[in-house]
């Protein structure tokens, strides 16, 4: 029978294929008996001769993941998070369904949360993580793959475009808020809840990401920081009093339209009550100031609202300019 040579090159590739697999399983049988090699981390063959990337949660792709870094000797195994797991490697005779690992992290899983974090605290600890244990993640047991994925190159929540709707997963109220026309550019992934918080935990209230209010909105709002010869006393105390960091319908995130948010302050029995209100003034012969009727804003006389350096802006620094 006459042979094609075209038919030859067609099957050539396959048949050498063919040849260097059944030469690799003869090696392969001959040098470990059978025994799988380790794919990412030091002794994970015992693991991946099951898990491997064909099923519905895939794990190897851990190599591309800090923790799958073969060369950082603070790198972890399979068993450094999930416990030795015998039961689980090695089926018990007469049980219908292989056991969970020791440590599991699935959604509904039977190891408590504190036994989890306690997994990855072993190595995650210190530094803007030393204030985990009082901080209201903790207090509430949030586990940390509740936020954080472990077996994946791309963290949502380690992503400023993708980490708010991690965050709004619990914080639902906050999903509305950033939805209104003043708001912060947390849409656009310029600023991240982490900017602002820490969801570690913090020495400052609502896990501020510094001591206080005041100086976290500080890292970016410099300009009002000062030093002023005079202060608002709102400024330096909790910039929220005023602001909604999340978002309002009011410009430059207020809680509420001026002047009503000055009068939630400014009592009206004097003349921050008085002048921008309707109610006639003692001092203009009991008729409303016309100026203010007209805009009714305190920050027509008032530009500097967080502070300045005129003595003659503030009342307490009257004898400065006597």
Known sequence: MRVDSRSIRRWMPAALLSIAMLCGASAWAAEGGGEKKDLVLKGDAVCTRCHDEG?????????????????????????????ESPTHINKPEGVSERPSPDVNYVKDSKTPIEKRNETCLNCHSGSKRMFWSNSTHAQEDVACTSCHQVHTQHDKVRDKTTQPETCFNCHKDKRAEIERPSRHPIKEGKVACSDCHNPHGSAGPKLMARDSVVATCYSCHADKRGP??????????????????????????????????CQECHEPGSHQGFAPSLTPYPKNNGMPQPDVVVARGCMNCHTNIHGGSSPVNSSGARSLVK
């Open 228 to 261: 002023f010869l005079w202060s608002h006393q709102p400024v330096t105390e909790d910039c929220a009093i005023c602001h909604n960091p999340h978002g309002t319908t009011t410009p430059k995130m207020l809680k509420e339209r001026v002047p009503f948010l």
């Open 55 to 83: 099923e519905e949660k895939p794990v190897l792709s851990i190599g591309k993941t800090k923790h799958g870094t073969v060369a950082d000797s603070r790198t972890p195994t399979c068993t450094s998070c999930h416990g």
